[in-house]
Nanobody
């Protein structure tokens, strides 16, 4: 199994910045792509950003130009730098690891991000 622990969430004013971190442990050699998702009450969890082992990234249209995902493979850590935050970015943010060989995805416990307008 792979365990994921997120940190860095909190309360910030609109226009501010936060940096989320997700540390992986366990069978980390099984990790393929990693990503960040977010969820608000009553809505489905949505993909925010993903990064492959080689560093290729993709972003939801709503965060392009404001959020940056990065990865430190040596530290088994993925980051999400969030700038120019908006009230609509308020959500619980989850870290995800896509695992090889048919293993089920791993998820972190989530970290709350609240942006006050």
């Amino acid at each position: 199994q792979v365990q994921l622990v997120e940190s860095g969430g909190g309360l910030v004013q609109a226009g501010g910045s936060l940096r989320l971190a997700c540390v992986a442990s366990g069978f980390t050699f099984k990790i393929n792509a990693m990503g960040w998702y977010r969820q608000t009450p009553g809505k489905q969890r949505e993909s925010v950003a993903t990064i492959t082992p080689s560093g290729s990234t993709s972003y939801a249209d709503s965060v392009k130009g404001r959020f940056t995902i990065s990865r430190d493979n040596a530290k088994n850590t993925v980051y999400l730098q969030m700038n120019s935050l908006k009230a609509e970015d308020t959500a619980v943010y989850y870290c995800n690891a896509d695992l090889r060989d048919g293993w089920p995805d791993s998820w972190g416990q989530g970290t709350q991000v609240t942006v006050s307008s």
